[in-house]
């Protein structure tokens, strides 16, 4: 079973180091959303946050520089 990594970029990067186990692009693809619903229920929640744009990088690597297999983006208009 691949390993996706869920790079978080906000103007600052959160790289993720562990990953997931997932059978394939498909269920990482729901993985990326579910995170960003998560994303957005504690950044919204917790204060007013600067930035309002967000992306959830998934790629082969826990670094940067690896193969990106797609970029979520999402943000917040007010």
């Given at each position: ?23 394939d692009i498909f269920?990482?693809r729901t993985a ?21 744009f967000w992306q ?23």
């Amino acid at each position: 079973m691949p390993r996706y990594f869920f790079h978080v970029h906000d103007g600052d990067s959160v790289l993720d180091d562990v990953g997931l186990d997932l059978p394939d692009i498909f269920a990482a693809r729901t993985a990326a959303i579910e995170l960003s619903g998560e994303i957005l229920k504690h950044d919204l929640t917790v204060s007013f946050v600067p930035h309002v744009f967000w992306q959830v990088e998934v790629s082969d690597s826990p670094k940067l520089g690896g193969h990106s297999l797609f970029i979520l983006q999402f943000s917040v208009a007010g």
